[in-house]
Nanobody
C-alpha cells in the first residue's frame, strides 16, 4: 500500500505565503509524476502544478508566477511554495502522485487527504 501525508495548510492574509508538503510512503518502486490540485467550494477540482520524473513542470494559469512546485526524490516528497496569495486561492489542496508499486504491474494514482488553505484578512 501507499500513503500520502500532506501538511502546511492554514490561514494567511492576502499577499502572504505558505508552503505545502506531501510525503509518499509505502511500497513505491518509482514515481512518475507528483502534483497539486485544488478544489474550492462549489467548483471543480483544478490543476495547480505538476512535476514529472524527468523534471518537466506544468502550472495552472491562475498560479503562474506566484506558486513554485519542487520535490525531493530521496524523500518521496513534493512541495508547493505559494507566494502572493489571493482570496481566490482559498481551497482544499490535494497532493496527487502517479507511481509504480513494488512487485505489482501497472501504474497507480494516489490522492492525499487534502489540506485547507484560507486566504483572508
Amino acid at each position: 500500500q501507499v500513503q500520502l501525508v500532506e501538511s502546511g495548510g492554514g490561514l494567511v492574509q492576502p499577499g502572504g505565503s505558505l508552503r505545502l508538503s506531501c510525503v509518499a510512503s509505502g511500497s513505491i518502486f518509482s514515481i512518475n509524476v507528483m502534483g497539486w490540485y485544488r478544489q474550492a467550494p462549489g467548483k471543480q477540482r483544478e490543476l495547480v502544478a505538476t512535476i514529472t520524473r524527468a523534471g518537466s513542470i506544468n502550472y495552472g494559469d491562475s498560479v503562474k508566477g506566484r506558486f513554485t512546485i519542487s520535490r525531493d526524490t530521496s524523500k518521496n516528497t513534493v512541495y508547493l511554495q505559494m507566494n502572493s496569495l489571493k482570496p481566490e486561492d482559498t481551497a482544499v489542496y490535494y497532493c496527487n502522485i502517479g507511481l509504480q508499486r513494488v512487485g505489482v504491474p501497472g501504474l497507480y494514482n494516489y490522492w492525499g487527504q487534502g489540506t485547507q488553505v484560507t486566504v483572508s484578512s
